[in-house]
Protein backbone atom coordinates (compact mmCIF):
# COMPACT_ATOMS: atom_id res chain seq x y z
CA UNK A 1 0.00 0.00 0.00
CA UNK A 2 0.78 3.38 -0.48
CA UNK A 3 2.69 5.35 2.24
CA UNK A 4 1.72 8.79 1.20
CA UNK A 5 -1.94 10.54 2.59
CA UNK A 6 -2.99 13.32 0.62
CA UNK A 7 -4.60 16.00 3.06
CA UNK A 8 -7.19 18.46 2.71
CA UNK A 9 -8.56 20.94 4.83
CA UNK A 10 -11.93 19.91 5.99
CA UNK A 11 -14.65 21.37 8.77
CA UNK A 12 -14.23 23.13 12.01
CA UNK A 13 -14.31 19.70 14.28
CA UNK A 14 -16.43 19.22 17.09
CA UNK A 15 -16.93 15.81 19.17
CA UNK A 16 -15.40 13.54 21.69
CA UNK A 17 -12.94 11.85 20.39
CA UNK A 18 -11.29 8.19 22.06
CA UNK A 19 -7.24 8.58 23.19
CA UNK A 20 -5.20 5.35 22.98
CA UNK A 21 -3.30 5.03 26.20
CA UNK A 22 -0.23 6.87 27.16
CA UNK A 23 3.07 5.75 25.67
CA UNK A 24 5.21 6.58 28.79
CA UNK A 25 3.27 4.56 31.19
CA UNK A 26 2.51 1.97 28.87
CA UNK A 27 6.53 1.17 28.78
CA UNK A 28 6.82 1.44 32.21
CA UNK A 29 4.01 -1.06 32.87
CA UNK A 30 5.50 -3.50 30.61
CA UNK A 31 9.44 -2.99 31.47
CA UNK A 32 8.56 -2.41 35.37
CA UNK A 33 6.59 -5.43 35.47
CA UNK A 34 8.94 -7.50 33.79
CA UNK A 35 11.34 -6.83 37.18
CA UNK A 36 8.79 -7.92 39.86
CA UNK A 37 7.73 -11.36 41.55
CA UNK A 38 4.44 -12.06 39.94
CA UNK A 39 1.90 -10.96 37.20
CA UNK A 40 1.42 -7.92 36.26
CA UNK A 41 -2.31 -6.62 34.83
CA UNK A 42 -2.13 -3.83 32.57
CA UNK A 43 -5.43 -2.32 31.01
CA UNK A 44 -5.64 0.03 28.41
CA UNK A 45 -2.02 0.08 27.06
CA UNK A 46 -0.91 1.67 23.59
CA UNK A 47 -0.69 -1.12 21.69
CA UNK A 48 2.05 0.45 18.85
CA UNK A 49 5.14 -0.33 17.45
CA UNK A 50 7.29 1.77 19.99
CA UNK A 51 5.73 -0.89 23.22
CA UNK A 52 5.65 -3.94 21.51
CA UNK A 53 9.52 -3.00 21.35
CA UNK A 54 9.11 -2.72 25.41
CA UNK A 55 7.20 -5.72 25.10
CA UNK A 56 9.98 -7.67 22.99
CA UNK A 57 12.88 -6.40 25.64
CA UNK A 58 10.56 -7.34 28.68
CA UNK A 59 11.04 -11.03 27.09
CA UNK A 60 14.18 -10.93 25.90
CA UNK A 61 15.43 -10.38 29.70
CA UNK A 62 13.27 -13.63 30.89
CA UNK A 63 9.72 -11.70 31.21
CA UNK A 64 6.78 -13.64 29.74
CA UNK A 65 4.54 -11.15 28.27
CA UNK A 66 0.90 -12.20 27.01
CA UNK A 67 -0.66 -9.43 25.02
CA UNK A 68 -3.31 -9.88 22.47
CA UNK A 69 -3.62 -7.19 20.18
CA UNK A 70 -5.56 -4.07 21.29
CA UNK A 71 -6.15 -6.12 24.68
CA UNK A 72 -4.87 -5.63 28.33
CA UNK A 73 -1.28 -6.98 28.55
CA UNK A 74 0.00 -9.86 31.34
CA UNK A 75 3.66 -9.34 32.14
CA UNK A 76 4.87 -12.22 34.63
CA UNK A 77 8.23 -12.07 36.28
CA UNK A 78 10.57 -13.93 38.47
CA UNK A 79 11.84 -10.70 39.91
CA UNK A 80 15.51 -9.42 39.64
CA UNK A 81 17.03 -12.44 39.95
CA UNK A 82 14.60 -14.13 37.73
CA UNK A 83 16.17 -11.97 35.04
CA UNK A 84 18.34 -13.28 31.97
CA UNK A 85 20.86 -12.32 29.76
CA UNK A 86 19.19 -11.89 26.24
CA UNK A 87 19.78 -14.69 23.85
CA UNK A 88 20.51 -12.10 21.46
CA UNK A 89 20.90 -8.54 20.10
CA UNK A 90 17.83 -6.96 21.80
CA UNK A 91 16.23 -4.58 18.60
CA UNK A 92 14.44 -1.51 20.16
CA UNK A 93 12.86 -0.42 16.91
CA UNK A 94 12.72 3.10 16.85
CA UNK A 95 11.71 3.36 20.24
CA UNK A 96 14.47 5.47 22.73
CA UNK A 97 12.72 5.02 25.65
CA UNK A 98 12.64 0.93 25.43
CA UNK A 99 16.67 1.14 24.51
CA UNK A 100 17.19 3.94 27.70
CA UNK A 101 15.10 1.96 30.17
CA UNK A 102 16.79 -1.41 29.36
CA UNK A 103 19.99 0.14 29.44
CA UNK A 104 19.14 0.56 33.50
CA UNK A 105 17.63 -2.81 33.30
CA UNK A 106 20.87 -4.31 31.95
CA UNK A 107 22.89 -3.02 34.37
CA UNK A 108 21.14 -5.29 36.92
CA UNK A 109 21.54 -9.00 35.16
CA UNK A 110 24.51 -10.47 37.10
CA UNK A 111 27.60 -10.90 34.48
CA UNK A 112 24.94 -10.84 31.98
CA UNK A 113 26.18 -9.18 28.54
CA UNK A 114 23.28 -7.18 26.80
CA UNK A 115 23.62 -5.66 23.71
CA UNK A 116 21.03 -2.86 22.55
CA UNK A 117 20.34 -1.52 18.91
CA UNK A 118 17.68 0.04 17.22
CA UNK A 119 16.50 1.30 13.28
CA UNK A 120 18.46 3.65 11.52
CA UNK A 121 16.95 6.61 12.96
CA UNK A 122 17.68 4.92 16.79
CA UNK A 123 21.35 3.90 15.48
CA UNK A 124 21.95 7.96 15.27
CA UNK A 125 20.69 9.08 19.17
CA UNK A 126 23.16 9.71 21.85
CA UNK A 127 23.63 7.49 24.31
CA UNK A 128 26.50 8.73 26.53
CA UNK A 129 24.04 10.68 28.57
CA UNK A 130 23.13 7.38 29.87
CA UNK A 131 26.37 5.71 29.53
CA UNK A 132 27.91 8.18 31.55
CA UNK A 133 26.31 8.60 34.57
CA UNK A 134 25.80 4.68 34.93
CA UNK A 135 29.85 4.13 34.61
CA UNK A 136 29.66 6.69 37.23
CA UNK A 137 27.29 4.29 39.48
CA UNK A 138 29.64 1.32 38.49
CA UNK A 139 28.15 -0.23 35.69
CA UNK A 140 30.31 -1.21 33.29
CA UNK A 141 28.57 0.45 29.78
CA UNK A 142 29.38 1.08 26.25
CA UNK A 143 28.42 3.09 22.62
CA UNK A 144 29.90 2.96 19.71
CA UNK A 145 32.68 5.31 19.21
CA UNK A 146 30.53 8.27 18.23
CA UNK A 147 28.12 7.91 21.38
CA UNK A 148 25.34 5.73 19.38
CA UNK A 149 23.53 2.33 19.65
CA UNK A 150 24.49 -0.53 19.24
CA UNK A 151 25.24 -0.33 23.51
CA UNK A 152 26.52 -3.05 25.48
CA UNK A 153 25.99 -3.53 29.15
CA UNK A 154 27.71 -6.18 31.11
CA UNK A 155 25.41 -5.97 34.62
CA UNK A 156 25.78 -6.81 37.96
CA UNK A 157 28.73 -4.12 38.87
CA UNK A 158 26.54 -0.98 39.95
CA UNK A 159 27.86 0.02 43.61
CA UNK A 160 25.05 2.96 43.60
CA UNK A 161 26.19 6.72 44.51
CA UNK A 162 24.76 9.97 43.27
CA UNK A 163 24.67 11.09 39.71
CA UNK A 164 23.17 13.91 37.62
CA UNK A 165 21.13 13.93 34.73
CA UNK A 166 23.04 16.32 32.36
CA UNK A 167 20.48 17.17 30.38
CA UNK A 168 16.29 17.13 31.13
CA UNK A 169 15.87 13.62 30.20
CA UNK A 170 12.83 11.43 31.84
CA UNK A 171 14.77 8.39 29.78
CA UNK A 172 17.99 9.06 31.02
CA UNK A 173 16.78 9.60 34.52
CA UNK A 174 14.67 5.96 34.82
CA UNK A 175 17.78 4.27 33.58
CA UNK A 176 19.46 5.35 36.15
CA UNK A 177 16.91 4.79 38.88
CA UNK A 178 16.57 1.15 37.21
CA UNK A 179 20.13 0.86 37.81
CA UNK A 180 19.71 1.72 41.26
CA UNK A 181 16.99 -0.32 42.08
CA UNK A 182 18.58 -3.72 40.43
CA UNK A 183 22.13 -2.46 42.42
CA UNK A 184 24.12 -2.91 45.16
CA UNK A 185 23.20 0.56 46.93
CA UNK A 186 20.91 3.37 46.58
CA UNK A 187 21.09 5.68 43.54
CA UNK A 188 20.20 9.34 44.26
CA UNK A 189 19.94 11.08 40.16
CA UNK A 190 19.86 15.28 40.25
CA UNK A 191 18.14 16.66 37.42
CA UNK A 192 18.25 20.17 36.29
CA UNK A 193 14.94 20.38 35.24
CA UNK A 194 11.34 18.77 36.10
CA UNK A 195 10.67 15.60 33.72
CA UNK A 196 7.92 13.27 33.55
CA UNK A 197 7.71 11.67 36.90
CA UNK A 198 6.00 8.31 35.80
CA UNK A 199 9.13 6.24 36.84
CA UNK A 200 8.93 7.31 40.51
CA UNK A 201 5.36 6.85 40.84
CA UNK A 202 5.25 3.47 39.50
CA UNK A 203 7.78 1.98 41.71
CA UNK A 204 6.75 3.53 44.87
CA UNK A 205 3.05 2.38 43.46
CA UNK A 206 5.18 -1.34 43.52
CA UNK A 207 6.50 -0.91 46.42
CA UNK A 208 10.32 0.10 45.90
CA UNK A 209 11.68 2.28 48.70
CA UNK A 210 11.74 6.02 46.62
CA UNK A 211 11.85 9.09 47.46
CA UNK A 212 11.62 13.11 45.96
CA UNK A 213 12.17 15.90 46.72
CA UNK A 214 12.45 18.21 44.48
CA UNK A 215 14.76 18.08 41.24
CA UNK A 216 16.04 14.71 43.70
CA UNK A 217 14.98 11.02 43.61
CA UNK A 218 16.69 8.88 45.50
CA UNK A 219 15.90 4.70 45.29
CA UNK A 220 17.21 1.98 47.42
CA UNK A 221 17.76 -1.42 46.05
CA UNK A 222 15.05 -3.64 46.71
CA UNK A 223 11.98 -5.83 45.29
CA UNK A 224 8.95 -5.24 43.57
CA UNK A 225 5.48 -6.33 43.76
CA UNK A 226 3.53 -6.72 40.53
CA UNK A 227 1.38 -3.93 39.42
CA UNK A 228 -2.16 -4.10 38.56
CA UNK A 229 -2.89 -0.66 36.10
CA UNK A 230 -5.04 0.86 34.40
CA UNK A 231 -3.19 3.42 31.33
CA UNK A 232 -4.71 6.54 31.17
CA UNK A 233 -4.99 8.25 27.68
CA UNK A 234 -1.77 9.77 26.61
CA UNK A 235 -2.20 13.62 26.38
CA UNK A 236 0.45 13.96 23.74
CA UNK A 237 -1.70 12.36 21.85
CA UNK A 238 -4.93 13.80 22.76
CA UNK A 239 -2.86 17.52 22.06
CA UNK A 240 -3.45 16.99 18.11
CA UNK A 241 -6.80 17.17 18.33
CA UNK A 242 -6.85 19.71 21.38
CA UNK A 243 -4.56 21.81 18.61
CA UNK A 244 -7.04 20.88 15.93
CA UNK A 245 -9.92 22.21 17.67
CA UNK A 246 -7.96 25.13 18.64
CA UNK A 247 -7.20 26.24 15.19
CA UNK A 248 -10.67 25.04 13.35
CA UNK A 249 -12.23 26.93 15.71
CA UNK A 250 -13.77 23.70 16.83
CA UNK A 251 -14.89 21.91 19.72
CA UNK A 252 -13.05 18.71 21.45
CA UNK A 253 -13.55 16.78 24.04
CA UNK A 254 -11.82 13.76 25.67
CA UNK A 255 -11.75 12.22 28.66
CA UNK A 256 -9.73 9.96 31.02
CA UNK A 257 -6.28 11.80 30.14
CA UNK A 258 -2.98 11.79 32.14
CA UNK A 259 -3.14 15.36 33.69
CA UNK A 260 0.79 15.13 35.41
CA UNK A 261 2.14 18.61 35.48
CA UNK A 262 5.30 17.37 34.16
CA UNK A 263 3.25 16.24 30.69
CA UNK A 264 0.14 18.73 30.53
CA UNK A 265 2.13 21.88 29.81
CA UNK A 266 0.84 22.02 25.96
CA UNK A 267 -2.61 23.14 27.66
CA UNK A 268 -1.10 26.09 29.63
CA UNK A 269 0.09 26.68 26.15
CA UNK A 270 -2.82 26.92 24.46
CA UNK A 271 -4.70 28.82 26.95
CA UNK A 272 -2.16 31.46 26.46
CA UNK A 273 -2.87 31.41 22.51
CA UNK A 274 -6.82 32.30 23.76
CA UNK A 275 -8.37 28.77 23.15
CA UNK A 276 -10.69 28.07 25.75
CA UNK A 277 -9.72 24.65 27.62
CA UNK A 278 -11.69 22.95 30.03
CA UNK A 279 -10.39 20.39 33.09
CA UNK A 280 -12.27 18.16 35.17
CA UNK A 281 -10.06 16.08 37.59
CA UNK A 282 -11.41 12.80 37.31
CA UNK A 283 -8.23 11.17 39.68
CA UNK A 284 -5.26 12.11 41.57
CA UNK A 285 -3.37 8.60 41.87
CA UNK A 286 -1.23 7.31 41.11
CA UNK A 287 -1.50 9.65 38.08
CA UNK A 288 -3.81 12.68 38.07
CA UNK A 289 -6.52 11.72 35.37
CA UNK A 290 -9.82 13.74 33.65
CA UNK A 291 -11.63 15.03 30.82
CA UNK A 292 -10.29 17.98 28.95
CA UNK A 293 -12.27 19.95 26.41
CA UNK A 294 -10.45 22.74 24.66
CA UNK A 295 -12.74 24.68 22.53
CA UNK A 296 -11.33 27.49 19.68
CA UNK A 297 -12.30 31.16 20.54
CA UNK A 298 -11.61 33.76 18.35
CA UNK A 299 -8.02 35.01 16.69
CA UNK A 300 -4.99 33.03 18.15
CA UNK A 301 -2.65 35.26 20.50
CA UNK A 302 1.22 34.53 20.27
CA UNK A 303 2.91 32.14 22.21
CA UNK A 304 6.05 32.49 24.63
CA UNK A 305 7.91 29.13 25.82
CA UNK A 306 10.72 29.36 28.33
CA UNK A 307 13.41 26.50 28.35
CA UNK A 308 11.50 25.24 31.79
CA UNK A 309 8.55 24.52 30.42
CA UNK A 310 10.28 22.71 27.52
CA UNK A 311 9.82 19.26 29.64
CA UNK A 312 5.94 19.26 30.15
CA UNK A 313 5.82 19.41 26.50
CA UNK A 314 8.27 18.31 24.48
CA UNK A 315 6.96 15.93 21.85
CA UNK A 316 3.86 18.80 21.43
CA UNK A 317 6.96 21.29 20.36
CA UNK A 318 5.96 20.46 16.55
CA UNK A 319 2.35 21.19 17.36
CA UNK A 320 2.90 24.40 19.26
CA UNK A 321 5.27 25.54 16.19
CA UNK A 322 2.02 25.34 13.90
CA UNK A 323 -0.34 26.87 16.57
CA UNK A 324 2.31 29.62 16.51
CA UNK A 325 1.83 30.10 12.45
CA UNK A 326 -1.60 30.88 13.29
CA UNK A 327 -1.25 33.16 16.13
CA UNK A 328 -0.88 36.76 15.82
CA UNK A 329 2.35 38.40 16.78
CA UNK A 330 5.77 36.83 16.68
CA UNK A 331 6.04 33.47 18.92
CA UNK A 332 9.34 32.54 20.79
CA UNK A 333 9.60 29.14 21.51
CA UNK A 334 12.92 28.69 23.59
CA UNK A 335 15.02 25.87 25.12
CA UNK A 336 14.46 23.15 22.24
CA UNK A 337 18.06 21.54 21.61
CA UNK A 338 16.49 18.22 23.09
CA UNK A 339 14.71 18.52 19.56
CA UNK A 340 17.51 18.03 17.54
CA UNK A 341 18.11 14.67 19.29
CA UNK A 342 14.90 13.15 18.89
CA UNK A 343 13.61 10.81 16.24
CA UNK A 344 15.08 13.20 13.56
CA UNK A 345 16.39 16.48 14.40
CA UNK A 346 12.85 17.87 14.79
CA UNK A 347 13.51 21.24 15.23
CA UNK A 348 15.42 22.16 11.75
CA UNK A 349 12.45 19.61 10.09
CA UNK A 350 9.78 21.97 11.89
CA UNK A 351 11.42 24.33 10.86
CA UNK A 352 11.82 23.73 7.32
CA UNK A 353 7.97 22.22 6.83
CA UNK A 354 6.59 25.13 8.36
CA UNK A 355 8.38 27.05 5.90
CA UNK A 356 7.52 24.70 2.95
CA UNK A 357 4.06 25.94 4.43
CA UNK A 358 4.04 29.44 3.71
CA UNK A 359 4.84 30.13 7.65
CA UNK A 360 7.30 32.94 8.41
CA UNK A 361 10.14 30.61 11.01
CA UNK A 362 13.60 32.00 12.08
CA UNK A 363 15.55 28.51 12.94
CA UNK A 364 18.19 29.17 16.22
CA UNK A 365 20.44 26.91 17.75
CA UNK A 366 17.75 26.04 20.26
CA UNK A 367 14.83 28.51 19.44
CA UNK A 368 12.28 29.09 16.82
CA UNK A 369 11.23 32.44 15.93
CA UNK A 370 7.94 32.96 14.71
CA UNK A 371 5.89 35.52 13.16
CA UNK A 372 2.19 34.94 12.56
CA UNK A 373 -0.38 35.00 11.39
CA UNK A 374 0.17 33.32 7.87
CA UNK A 375 -1.91 31.38 5.40
CA UNK A 376 -0.56 28.37 4.74
CA UNK A 377 -0.79 26.71 1.08
CA UNK A 378 -0.19 23.44 0.38
CA UNK A 379 3.16 21.65 -0.23
CA UNK A 380 4.77 18.19 -0.41
CA UNK A 381 5.84 17.69 2.78
CA UNK A 382 7.85 13.94 4.13
CA UNK A 383 7.53 12.39 7.83
CA UNK A 384 11.15 11.30 7.89
CA UNK A 385 9.88 8.27 9.61
CA UNK A 386 9.32 11.05 12.62
CA UNK A 387 5.64 10.28 13.92
CA UNK A 388 5.42 13.67 15.73
CA UNK A 389 6.06 15.09 12.20
CA UNK A 390 3.45 12.83 10.56
CA UNK A 391 1.26 14.15 13.31
CA UNK A 392 2.08 17.66 12.73
CA UNK A 393 1.62 17.87 8.97
CA UNK A 394 -1.90 16.24 8.83
CA UNK A 395 -3.24 18.91 11.54
CA UNK A 396 -1.68 21.33 9.34
CA UNK A 397 -3.98 20.71 6.21
CA UNK A 398 -6.80 21.69 8.34
CA UNK A 399 -5.50 25.43 7.89
CA UNK A 400 -3.79 25.22 4.71
CA UNK A 401 -5.24 26.34 1.54
CA UNK A 402 -4.20 23.66 -0.86
CA UNK A 403 -3.68 19.65 -0.58
CA UNK A 404 -0.90 18.79 1.55
CA UNK A 405 1.02 15.35 -0.02
CA UNK A 406 2.17 13.70 3.15
CA UNK A 407 5.26 10.99 2.48
CA UNK A 408 6.35 8.62 5.08
CA UNK A 409 2.70 8.64 6.88
CA UNK A 410 3.36 5.36 7.74
CA UNK A 411 5.13 6.45 10.72
CA UNK A 412 2.22 7.32 12.69
CA UNK A 413 2.17 3.16 13.79
CA UNK A 414 5.21 4.24 16.37
CA UNK A 415 2.77 5.99 19.04
CA UNK A 416 -0.80 5.87 17.27
CA UNK A 417 -1.82 3.37 14.78
CA UNK A 418 -5.54 4.27 14.66
CA UNK A 419 -4.58 7.96 13.90
CA UNK A 420 -5.83 7.95 10.60
CA UNK A 421 -9.43 6.67 11.55
CA UNK A 422 -9.40 9.20 14.12
CA UNK A 423 -8.49 11.83 12.05
CA UNK A 424 -11.11 10.91 9.80
CA UNK A 425 -14.19 10.95 12.18
CA UNK A 426 -13.14 14.30 13.31
CA UNK A 427 -13.36 15.62 9.65
CA UNK A 428 -10.97 18.51 10.43
CA UNK A 429 -9.02 17.10 7.62
CA UNK A 430 -9.72 14.72 4.95
CA UNK A 431 -7.26 12.46 3.86
CA UNK A 432 -6.51 10.14 0.41
CA UNK A 433 -4.28 7.07 -0.18
CA UNK A 434 -1.84 8.79 -2.28
CA UNK A 435 -0.54 7.34 -5.52
CA UNK A 436 0.76 3.85 -5.16
CA UNK A 437 4.26 3.32 -5.36
CA UNK A 438 5.95 1.26 -7.84
C1 LIG B 1 9.90 9.92 27.29
C2 LIG B 1 10.71 11.01 27.54
C3 LIG B 1 11.00 12.04 26.53
C4 LIG B 1 9.98 12.00 25.39
C5 LIG B 1 9.73 10.61 24.89
C6 LIG B 1 9.22 9.72 26.00
C7 LIG B 1 9.71 8.94 28.36
O1 LIG B 1 12.28 11.78 25.98
O2 LIG B 1 10.42 12.82 24.33
O3 LIG B 1 8.79 10.61 23.85
O4 LIG B 1 8.79 8.11 28.26
O5 LIG B 1 10.47 8.98 29.34
P1 LIG B 1 13.62 12.30 26.71
O6 LIG B 1 13.80 11.56 27.96
O7 LIG B 1 14.72 12.04 25.72
O8 LIG B 1 13.39 13.77 26.93
Given at each position: MSDVRVLERGQAVDGDVAVPGDKSLTHRAILLGALAEGASHIEGALDADDTRSSA????????QVDWPAGGAATVVGRGAIGLQEPADVVDCGNSGTTLRLLMGIASGIPDGLTVLTGDR????????????????LGADAWTRAGGSPPVAVRGGRVRGGRV????????????LLLAGLLGHGPVTVTEELATRDHTERMLALMGAAIQRDGLVSTVQPGPLAPLTYRIPADPSAAAMWWVLAALTGGRISTRGVLLNPARAGVLEVLRQAGALVEVELEQQVPEPVGRVVVTGAGPLRSIRLTPAAVPGLVDEVPLVALLATQARGTSHLEGLSELRVKETDRLHAVAVGLTALGAHVAEHADALVIEGPTRLRGTALDSLGDHRLAFTWAIAASVA????????ASAVSVSYPGFWDTLAETGGVVAHHGPSEE
Open positions: AAARAVGASLRGRPMRRVVEPLRQQTGVPSAQVKSADGPITLAG
